[in-house]
């Protein structure tokens, strides 16, 4: 069922509770970040903490050690390729875990590939853009509001309005000279 709330003021402090617990699987090097809807001030969203490791080898990742931190494993699987662009499945590909406590979904991804910039660049440009991050929530109500039980629905829609989106953040991210942040 895919319900979307209103804002929560415990979504940082859940965040930092769950990367308490994630930084004792990964590897030394690898930067956490709080990514997706629940990581911009004042947008709604599903209730489901998305977090965001980078690391240097998909391949090394110690799938155990997630499992002992709380975190089930899923298929590995590629991220949607935005419209327009003809990407390697590598610059998509990631791990992915589901929390086996509070709702959050874990992100895997490769330092420097396209997945993991694009999941920083989405949400810093919201955080700095309300207008923009108010109308990507009222999409968000509106699909949830027609598609409660359809997953596959929901995300057909909302991943191309989100490209456009992107289209923007892209533009904001050169002109501001953004850069990929060290961690959260």
Known sequence: MI???SPREDWPRD???LKAAILRAVPSLSAIHHIGSTAVAGLVAKDVIDI???VDDLAAVDVGAFERAGFLPRPI???HCPPGLDLPAEELA???FKSAGRPANLHVRERGRFNQRYALLC???LRS???AAAAYGAVKQQLAARFPADADAYYDIKDPVFDIIM???EEWASRVGWSVPSDD
């Open 129 to 131: 853009h309300p207008r």
């Open 3 to 5: 319900e979307i709330v």
């Open 94 to 96: 990631k791990r992915f």
């Open 52 to 54: 965001q490791v980078t």
């Open 77 to 79: 699987f590629t991220d």
């Open 15 to 17: 965040f930092a509770s």
């Open 167 to 169: 289209a923007g953040a």
């Open 123 to 125: 949400r810093d440009f």
